[in-house]
């Protein structure tokens, strides 16, 4: 009898999404060797104009070959007693109690669960104290190297369970969690079942509302429910470090959690991968958690997944530009998820380009400044159209290229740091105030000055009859960039300004995990 293999089943998409798929894979390379042809060496932006429109072909094609076929694991639920061994593993470090202890109560009632440890980086007597109380281990240790993957190291060390589940301190999960996940672990072969990361806190900045609810969309809801479900196909879909079920001696097979990186999960889901193992994502939410909730918080974080992926793609041994083991999509999808960040840099030179051409009135390109605009045009249309078609309905047209727009400036610091190997752990206070950094803001304000400026400038020009080809194009391209960098700022000083008192503010840790749980009760 051969053994059990983890069963897909496509989604059925409509029947343009194939031809769309063609056309684009058709006139993208045409795009790319017209645009090399009428490069204008002349002028030093010249070259860079061509660079910056270069790299947005070559992303946004990996991109659009990931998205092509989306599939869902068929269901492979548990019914009776778990025969299996399950150990809960919560890394913290300085997350408050009342933080910390719903994710406690709710990891010791997953059904099927035998051990709950909490990892604590802190060593604080009261955390000691809690777990004591509610029935679960306490493990302090008295270093933080390594930072969330050496805790769990030293967590992997205390415990024989053949499977893992790890959590952050914050996100609080359903009693059905082992029963939904272990079953795909049948599968010899997989090493990790990843749901997605949901979030109760949908009054959170990044949460917009659409088809009539608030928080009805989310900022990473195109990697949850777009990107992640076609990564299953190829059996490579990210561990992304909370929410999701790990086979042990897969873990002891690539050395346990990666430490020499500040984003872990990406990671180890890389070793993991390149040794032959294999994932599932799970697109049903098994745990609810808190997103951030003001723009200090948003910065870091993002700042911090920058490093962490560039350090990864450019210094690192296991990058996967070099790394053995990968088959071609996987190889593809990391590639899609790191070289991703480079694009606060590209859009920066979006930003700079039509200045310098506005100034000099010398355009980027050779021939007929209006034929480029007419061809650029098309093809930013086709591309926006096609990464929004093979979304299904995840990409926000504004939303989401807002919230790229905002991803700028952590990006374009994040790049030192990358370059020249600084390595930034950090922890998340998702319970912070609204009220953030004034310094961080008015960053934030002056980028959406400069593009409101710039498109001040090519306004100018056109109304002088000053370069106006190379004018009326700008103004089109910077009306797009400028009008994205208001939303986001705009949206944030909606956030801050409304008085709201979040729902799970005074509510009891027990009361909020049961609030939770409760399906018809679950924050929509």
């Known amino acids: 009898m051969s053994p059990y293999r983890v069963e897909q089943v496509a989604d059925r998409d409509p029947p343009q999404l194939p031809i769309l798929f063609a056309v684009f894979l058709t006139l993208a390379p045409l795009f790319a060797v017209w645009r090399t042809a009428v490069v204008n060496w002349s002028v030093w932006y010249g070259p860079i104009a061509w660079a910056a429109e270069m790299f947005a ?9 990931s998205l092509r076929r989306r599939t869902r694991p068929v269901p492979r639920t548990v019914t009776g007693a778990v025969t299996r061994t399950v150990d809960i593993l919560i890394p913290t470090v300085n997350e408050p109690a009342p933080v910390l202890e719903p994710t406690v ?77 272990l079953g795909y672990f049948d599968d010899p072969e997989v090493a990790v079942v990843q749901s997605p990361q949901s979030f109760y806190n949908t009054e959170s900045f990044t949460f917009r509302r659409r088809h009539g609810r608030d928080g009805g969309w989310h900022e990473q809801e195109m990697f949850y429910g777009g990107v ?51 994932s599932v994502y799970l697109e049903e939410p098994l745990a609810y958690g808190l997103e951030v ?30 790394v053995r083991g990968l088959s071609w999509r996987q190889r593809l999808n990391y590639l899609s998820a790191m070289v991703a960040h480079f694009q606060g840099l590209n859009r920066l030179l979006y930003l700079l380009v039509p200045v310098a051409a506005l100034t000099t009135g010398v ?46 400036l952590p990006m374009l610091a994040a790049l030192p740091a990358a370059i020249f190997g600084e390595r930034e752990f950090g922890v998340t206070d998702k319970r912070a105030r609204r009220g953030t950094d004034a310094r961080l803001k008015w960053a934030y304000r002056v980028f959406a000055l400069a593009e409101v400026s710039a498109l001040g400038l090519a306004v100018a020009r056109l109304i002088q009859g000053e370069h106006v080809v190379i004018a009326a194009w700008s ?23 409304r008085p709201v008192t979040p729902w799970y503010t005074n509510l009891s840790p027990d009361h909020l995990y049961r609030r939770i749980t409760d399906e018809d009760k679950v924050p929509a």
């Open 363 to 408: 355009a980027p390109v050779r021939g007929p400044y209006a034929v480029y605009g007419f061809a650029f045009l098309a093809f930013t249309i086709l591309s926006i159209g096609t990464v929004v078609r093979f979304g299904r309905g995840h990409y926000h047209p504004l939303h989401s290229e807002a919230f790229a727009v905002a991803d700028t």
């Open 475 to 497: 103004a089109a391209f910077l009306t797009l960039s400028a009008g994205y960098a208001l939303a986001f700022l705009v949206g944030m000083e909606r956030y801050e300004r």
């Open 293 to 322: 909730n003001n723009l200090r918080q948003y910065y870091g974080t993002r700042r911090r997944w920058a490093i962490g992926s560039l350090h990864l793609l450019l210094r690192h041994p296991d990058s996967p530009l070099i």
């Open 57 to 65: 072909v070559v992303t946004t094609t990996i991109f659009v070959i």
């Open 105 to 181: 109560i709710g990891a010791l009632r997953v059904r099927g669960v035998r051990d709950v440890i909490v990892l604590d980086d802190g060593s604080r007597p009261e955390m000691r104290e809690m777990a004591a109380r509610l029935g679960a281990r306490y493990l302090p240790r008295a270093t933080s190297a390594g930072a969330k993957a050496g805790n769990l190291n030293h967590g992997l060390g205390v415990t024989d369970a053949e499977f893992v589940v790890t959590l952050d301190a914050d996100h609080i999960p359903l009693p059905g969690f082992i029963e939904r996940t």
């Open 228 to 278: 992640q479900p076609t990564k299953n196909s190829a059996g490579s879909a990210i561990y992304t470090g909370t929410s999701a079920m790990l086979r042990r001696s897969a873990l002891d097979d690539v050395g346990g959690f990666a430490e020499d990186t500040s984003t872990e999960d990406i990671h180890t889901s890389l070793r993991l991968h390149a040794r032959g193992w294999r």
